[in-house]
């Protein structure tokens, strides 16, 4: 038993010690436990400190090969995921158009007896690898379907349509980086990871260091590291590689006004390096620009070593899961950790067709939109309460472990499939070869729970995998690419009309794709470049907004065929001609109350390609932690080359 307070209007009444002392709880001393980050795909190992029951800090794990003792800050805030007040605490279930409580005997009662049905199932979820993904496909198996969507909104069709996976990227081995607004020291595919490699590249050397061009449409935290910055909006890419790789750039610099003497420096030291390195964001023409320049054949590439997000589904797969829910041809939907309905556009009628689904199942955390039209909500834990491993590369397994009890009435996903596949008439002996996912697990990594053991059964060779965090012994993953349909734009001349420009949705740094909102940390935490903290903005060149009319917190409108938001205007010298540039992840209408109503979703815009913005009425403020861009003559900030001497000066 645990002790606990006695609790008077007046304060303390008296203080209870342990009665029965926990074996492994020494009172102020903290226990770390190894587990992976899931806050985003890259993979990150991570350990998190235990005090007293409680899991308070995570940091990254020293030991890993991806992490080495790194964590952003969206692994930073994994703990407010963890002790959210807007987690789904129990089972519901829809009643009268209402999702009301339920108990777990309820719901896999009633969901076991839907299922045994064996109807048309589908399963649509965020990326799982290893364990998780091998027992949700023998779980939908054992129930006549082989429907698993693994889907995520940020797909990177742009870098599998050039490389055919998303690969490994040694950017220490490369002598010349060119990056087509990948922002990979921010949210491109493992930021950790590669800020590392960077950081290495960037070393000097016989005082020299590995240059670097960024080319985008905004400047980004990446894009403040580089040596040159190419500002130009989506679909100028092509254009400007072709003049990268020709060298003839003067008539490029003068159609996007880009200063001639970046672009032809760009164009001489690449064309000099003997293992550059080329790297497709999402912008349009990003991979068509990155094939141009030989982005496949580089050295610093192995294509032989994928990351698990070349897994992930492409527009194409999603579209005809829509299609599908539309027609009725599904008859039971599976959704776990996945929220379509936030994160497609508008125009693609998500939302709609979910409705037409007779059966809806969310296992997710969080009553975000997609789980709120769900007609039955089995919560799974959270990542940091869950058993579980996952494979970013196909020699790396994280292995997962609970840092703590479960805070509310929420179960393991496996488990949660187990029970469901017994309800409906399955064997799981028989089909898993486990009565619990944990038993599972064991067996996968290679350490089977022995007859009669349980999971208190001392197992040294198990229990020093766990305390590493990580191993070799995961079956591989055959990481089966989804090269999806990456779109591509047309050039992008001065818009015809003084109001269409050219629309770019970037992935916020601590918001990712949307999934960080909820994180009240992250909204606390200020945008590196701009400074703006709880909210959405919409970033405009000086001589764009100066033409529309419009200055730094007026009201603009930006419309397009799916639809229109309206958010506050951010002008700045950062932005790229012609080019309105709005991050993703705010304008949540569910998800808690630090996402819901905050900012506007530009994801409902996405495939809008050219918008029209417009001055609306009146002003709104987004809050920034107040500087500036502008020196003011003042050289706060003052540069050198590395191979320039140095001269102190005593005026």
Aim: include cysteine; aromatic fraction near 8%; proline fraction near 6%.
């Amino acid at each position: 038993a645990v002790g606990g307070l006695g609790l008077t209007s007046g304060g303390y009444e008296r203080l209870i010690p342990y009665v029965n002392q926990p074996e492994n709880i020494v009172p102020g001393v903290a226990a770390w436990y190894a587990t992976s980050c899931r806050e985003c795909p890259a993979g990150c190992g991570m350990i998190v400190r235990n005090r007293d029951s409680r899991a308070v800090k995570c940091e990254g794990n020293a030991l890993h090969p991806i992490s080495g003792g790194r964590l952003c800050a969206r692994g930073q805030a994994a703990l407010m995921c963890l002790y959210d007040p807007d987690r789904i605490k129990n089972p519901m279930r829809r009643q009268s158009g209402k999702l009301v409580d339920s108990t777990w005997d309820d719901a896999i009662e009633a969901v076991g007896d839907v299922l045994a049905a064996r109807g048309r199932i589908a399963f649509l979820t965020d990326l799982q690898t290893g364990s998780n993904e091998a027992l949700i496909r023998a779980w939908l198996r054992s129930l006549g379907s082989e429907r698993m969507l693994t889907w995520e909104p940020i797909d990177y069709a742009q870098v599998k349509s050039v490389f055919g996976v998303v690969p490994t990227f040694d950017f220490a081995a490369c002598d010349y980086l060119i990056s087509f607004a990948a922002d990979f020291l921010e949210t491109w595919v493992s930021p950790v990871e590669y800020a590392r490699g960077f950081a290495e590249m960037r070393r000097p050397r016989d005082g020299r260091r590995v240059g670097f061009a960024y080319i985008g449409p905004r400047v980004s935290m990446t894009a403040a590291n580089a040596d040159i910055r190419i500002l130009a909006p989506p679909g100028a890419e092509i254009e400007l590689a072709e003049a990268i790789r020709s060298g003839q750039t003067d008539s490029v610099s003068a159609r996007y006004g880009v200063d001639p003497a970046a672009l032809r420096r760009v164009s001489d030291d690449f064309r000099r390096a003997a293992a550059p390195l080329v790297l497709p964001g999402a912008t349009s023409g990003a991979a068509e620009a990155s094939r141009m320049l030989g982005a496949a054949q580089s050295s610093a590439v192995n294509a032989a070593r994928p990351h698990a997000v070349s897994g992930i589904a492409g527009r194409g797969e999603i579209e005809a899961l829509t299609r599908d829910m539309q027609n009725g041809q599904i008859d039971v939907l599976l959704v776990l950790n996945s929220n379509p309905v936030y994160a497609l556009p508008e125009s693609l009628g998500f939302a709609d067709a979910l409705k037409r689904v007779p059966t809806v199942i969310s296992l997710s955390s969080f009553l975000d939109e997609t789980t709120a039209l769900a007609d039955w909500v089995m919560p799974s834990h959270t990542p940091l309460e869950s058993w579980g491993d996952y494979q970013p590369y196909p020699d790396v397994g994280n292995l997962m472990q609970p840092v703590m009890g479960q805070v509310f009435d929420t179960r393991q996903t496996g488990d949660i499939l187990i029970q469901l596949a017994r309800a409906a008439g399955v064997d799981p002996a028989a089909v898993f070869n486990a009565d619990t996912f944990y038993q599972f697990l064991r067996a996968r990594w290679g350490y089977p729970l022995a007859k009669g053991a349980t999971p208190d059964t001392p197992a040294p060779e198990w229990e020093a995998l766990l305390e590493r965090g990580f191993g070799s012994e995961l079956p591989v993953t055959n990481y089966e690419s989804r090269i999806g349909e990456g779109r591509t734009l047309a050039a992008a001349p001065p818009p015809a009309a003084e109001y269409t420009l050219r629309l770019y949705a970037f992935p916020h740094i601590y918001y990712y794709d949307g999934r960080g909102a909820n994180r009240r940390w992250l909204q606390e935490i200020p945008e590196p470049v701009t400074g703006a903290v709880w909210g959405t903005w919409a970033e405009l060149h000086p001589e764009t907004a100066g033409r529309l009319g419009i200055k730094t917190d007026d009201v603009v409108e930006i419309e397009g065929d799916g639809g229109k938001i309206v958010t506050s205007a951010y002008v700045w010298q950062g932005a790229a001609k012609n080019t309105v540039a709005v991050p993703i992840g705010e304008g949540h209408t569910a998800y808690g109350r630090f996402a819901s109503g905050v900012g506007a979703n530009v994801l409902r815009l996405l495939d809008a390609g050219d918008v029209r913005v417009r001055r609306g009425k009146g002003r709104k403020w987004v809050t920034r932690v107040r500087g500036s861009t502008d020196q003011s003559g003042r050289d706060i900030v003052q540069t050198v080359r590395l191979d320039e001497p140095l001269e102190r000066r005593h005026d």
